[in-house]
């Protein structure tokens, strides 16, 4: 995993393109509207659907809080295909 800390910053107030960098395994939720869920460090990341082309395609919210929206998948992302649970050492990405 590619973390990075920022003294005195939490990781939803870190500028959108440093977590577009990061290095991050999501896992399908089963949900329409966040289909993508990752355990990030303590953090859990959440990726939204919305209303496209009116809005970005994607937005990213760790711990529930937005950091913003994006249109394209980043290549350090991946996705990993069928849900898994999210809590626990082995699902830290």
Known sequence: MN????RGTTQA???LEEHLRTRVEWHQTGDAIEPWRS???P???TLRINDFPDEHL??????GRTV???DDWPPEWAKVSSPERLHGPDHVS
Do not use: A, D
């Open 3 to 6: 973390e990075r800390v920022i």
């Open 13 to 15: 107030q870190v500028p």
């Open 39 to 41: 355990q990030v460090g």
């Open 43 to 45: 953090n859990q990341w």
């Open 58 to 63: 994607y937005t990213l919210s760790i711990n």
């Open 68 to 70: 913003g929206g994006f």
